[in-house]
């Protein structure tokens, strides 16, 4: 994991702005990869919600559980001192933030961030990062549980153990089989090994689960040569878990491909769909992945063939197999997605869109898994700085849909927060990308 760079799309913007207008990018998508025209809106409403962060705040992630959305950020409490703090929303409102660990040790990165994970018995898990005594590159994981809803959490562990001063970071976590599953970056293989091996400076790909009691299971390799520096995530179909990140290729081919976890082992990844995006630097763009039951949605920014874009695809047997991917941008995207599947089938999309400058907006689109895309919905300005950070998406499943992001507007950043509204058919469910 190298130090991150600018978005990917700046590299790949220029060649093309003037191809991707809105419309002429439509034209672009029917002809060249194959998606359908736009169904008809959607009925997306974004209805911004007061937020439970302060100001110095950062970092967002957002979570789900029942009817329950969980939200951690971290916020600035003095010089190089922050804590991490989660809150519930219910529906109606955010309860009172809860802190769950402070310290001036916290990595505080941009791109690698923080997370609170519900767990189906109650508990709680989260994880941060914690810079070593090197500095630099020199970061490793904290995990730590709640019995008792976030009032007091375990001793923090580390999920990782080959004690070596290199990075550990862009983690995910998962429940499956009664244990959580966490999925992280791992750089032990830029230093020499432990017998005097010489270091491949390979960024490779590493899973561990912990039980109820937290007992944790072995350290598995999922791939050893993986992207330095983009983002992670898991997900559970009907046949187990299935993990979804940026490859690496010899060739410097930096794919999304899906692995999955079948009979208790992990099995080699397959590409999501072959882009051929070749960048000699990590684009800090990862994936995200979304399930309901055999149905999966993968989303992932690419700069492949010099244009920057926003897809989504999706597999209706457990991840084996995925369908020709659809763009989801309005042509000059930033990346930093999320998705979520919702009770139709459809995924709802998050992503960042340049409006000009160093503006952009936070953008979300409903697709259908037959290619119909619903109309672009506009959350809120932001940024396409760093700082910004990546919007986050949760819900569905009886959860309300959330949007959190970082506004660097004001004079000290602050995480903002909205609820994304869902029109609702009146012969039941909610209405259809077609609007049927």
Request: contains cysteine; hydrophobic residues 35%.
């Amino acid at each position: 994991m190298r130090a991150p760079i600018p978005d990917a799309g700046d590299a790949v913007r220029r060649t093309a702005r003037a191809a991707r207008t809105p419309l002429v990018g439509a034209l672009v998508c029917v002809a060249a990869s194959g998606c359908r025209p736009d169904a008809p809106p959607v009925g997306l409403t974004p209805v911004e919600l007061t937020s439970p962060a302060g100001e110095g705040s950062g970092e967002p992630f957002l979570s789900s559980a029942g009817d329950i959305v969980f939200l951690s950020w971290l916020e600035r409490t003095g010089a190089d001192t922050h804590e991490l703090r989660f809150a519930r929303f219910d529906g109606a409102e955010w309860g009172a933030p809860t802190v769950i660990a402070s310290s001036d040790r916290f990595l505080v990165n941009w791109a690698d961030f923080p997370s609170v994970q519900p767990g189906s018995d109650g508990s709680l898990w989260a994880h941060w990062l914690y810079r070593g005594s090197l500095g630099g590159y020199d970061y490793s994981i904290r995990i730590t549980s709640s019995r008792d809803g976030g009032a007091t959490w375990s001793e923090p562990w580390t999920p990782h153990e080959d004690g070596t001063p290199t990075e550990h970071g862009f983690v995910s976590a998962v429940e499956f089989a009664g244990a959580q599953g966490f999925l992280w970056l791992d750089g032990r293989r830029h230093v020499a090994g432990p017998g005097g091996e010489e270091p491949t400076r390979e960024t490779a790909l590493y899973f561990r689960a912990a039980g109820g009691g937290g007992a944790a299971g072995p350290e598995t390799l999922v791939d050893p040569r993986v992207c330095d520096c983009c983002q992670t995530d898991l997900a559970v179909t009907s046949a187990g878990p299935v993990a979804v990140y940026r490859d690496r290729s010899p060739e410097e081919v930096r794919d999304i491909r899906v692995a999955r976890y079948r009979e208790g082992a992990w099995r080699e990844g397959d590409l999501v769909h072959e882009d051929g995006w070749e960048t000699a630097a990590c684009p800090v763009n990862g994936p995200a992945v979304a399930a309901r039951g055999a149905d999966v949605a993968v989303a992932w920014f690419t700069g492949a063939e010099g244009i920057p874009r926003v897809q989504v695809a999706f597999s209706d047997d457990d991840a084996q197999e995925f369908g020709q991917p659809e763009v989801v941008d309005d042509g000059n995207p930033a990346g930093r997605v999320d998705v979520v599947m919702l009770e139709d089938g459809s995924a709802l999309v998050s992503w960042l869109e340049r409006t000009g400058g160093e503006r952009a907006e936070v953008r979300v689109r409903r697709v259908e898994a037959n290619g119909r895309r619903g109309e672009s919905l506009s959350v809120s300005t932001s940024s396409g700085e760093r700082a910004s950070g990546f919007p986050r998406l949760a819900g569905g499943d009886g959860a309300p849909l959330i949007v959190a992001w970082t506004d660097v507007s004001e004079l000290a950043p602050r995480v903002r927060v909205a609820r994304i509204d869902l029109d609702v058919d009146p012969r039941g469910g909610t209405a259809s990308p077609e609007g049927r």
